[in-house]
């Protein structure tokens, strides 16, 4: 009788968590998968409110392994990773008419053999809101903590997947915090705090690892490529001596090698090198005011839009479905909760207070954690190969 009340109460918990999505708008018919939002409190007071949308498997849910995602940025939402990544859905790539955009079903997504929750981290992300100016300001190690919160209330209110292998996922900046909140929920586990989360290991996809020395390898990277000289390359070696980051303002040579680096890749698309740069989408702006960025903080009315076969234009489409109100209302989103949603949020008051992830990527490896790295060629803003993190620990850890 006693176990029967308890799962009663997880369950009556669960309804106060998350809300069926049974229709979308823009896309036609039922869903045919099953998908649930809502929102779950961490912090003090629960100030914090983290908005998730939450794919239950195509295959065996009760048995299929269970991901928790971050897209990177930091302030990138998870609904990047639902619609242009891993999710079951995807944008229909049509000349916007004014109407909303339509959806249809990607077969491909990896919620064909898993559960995905899809989270808006940290708080300032997509739907996920903060009840007060202290609550928003955030950083590395705090994301961490409201994840680690997030996971385990979560599960206390979906104990139907409390059994589940988890695994902790994400891609580009959440090199960072994903490894970090592995290690966290193993600590947690070893601590004896419940629920127990039956975590197997973590997903990273063009992960950052080390920012500072990952900015010091695209040098010989975009040599690799093809995208500068050798006789750049070597002048740069030369006069800069390895150190392109807080050049010394004597140093004349240096500074106008990097300069004219700057120059030789600036029409360069850095999310994919080999595809054209439609100059409305990155996933951080550059600060030169070159570009202004439909996935950052604004789109101006006068900016041309991107052509219809740049992956960017799906963005554009994005932007105008989220900040339909009907959208929302099927999302269940809380009114007044946020303004203007932006895909990436590049405003937020974030804290870089972890310099690498490499000691807790050794720490997990140790431990006996499965991982899964992988890495596109032909990204810029992720450089590191398997061979330079396996170089580096056996360097750091023999």
Known sequence: MALLLFFFYLSQFALAYGSAVKFLPGFEGPLPFELETGYVGVGDSEEVQLFYYFVKSEGKPEDDPLLFWLTGGPGCSAFSGLVFEIGPLKFKVDVYNGSLPTLVYNPYAWTKVSNIVFIDSPVGTGFSYARNNRAAQTGDLKQVHHLHQFLRKWLMAHPDFILNPVYVSGDSYSGIPVPVLAQEISNGNEEGIKPIIHLQGYILG?????PNLEKKLKIPYVYGMGLISD?????????????YQNVDLNNKA???????L???????????????DCGLDSPKPRKTGRRRYL??????NDEPLPPLACRTYAYYLCRYWAN??????????????IGKWLRCNHGLPYNNDVPTS?????????????YLIYSCLFHLHAVATMTWWCRTWQLKHG
């Not at 063009?206 to 080390?210: A, H, L, Q, S």
């Not at 006789?231 to 150190?243: A, D, F, I, M, P």
């Not at 240096?254 to 004219?260: G, N, V």
């Not at 996935?295 to 101006?300: A, E, I, V």
């Open 295 to 300: 996935d950052g903080h604004q789109l101006l």
């Open 231 to 243: 006789e750049l390359y070597e002048s740069l070696k030369r006069n800069c001596n390895g150190q």
């Open 206 to 210: 063009n992960p950052k690892t080390v």
């Open 358 to 370: 490499l000691p807790y990527h050794a720490n997990l490896s140790a431990k006996g954690y499965r």
């Open 324 to 337: 339909d109100d009907n959208v929302r209302n099927a999302l269940h989103i809380r009114k007044g909760s």
């Open 262 to 276: 700057d120059e030789c890749i600036s029409g360069i698309n850095s999310a994919h090198i080999l595809e054209p």
């Open 254 to 260: 240096c500074l106008a090698d990097i300069q004219y």
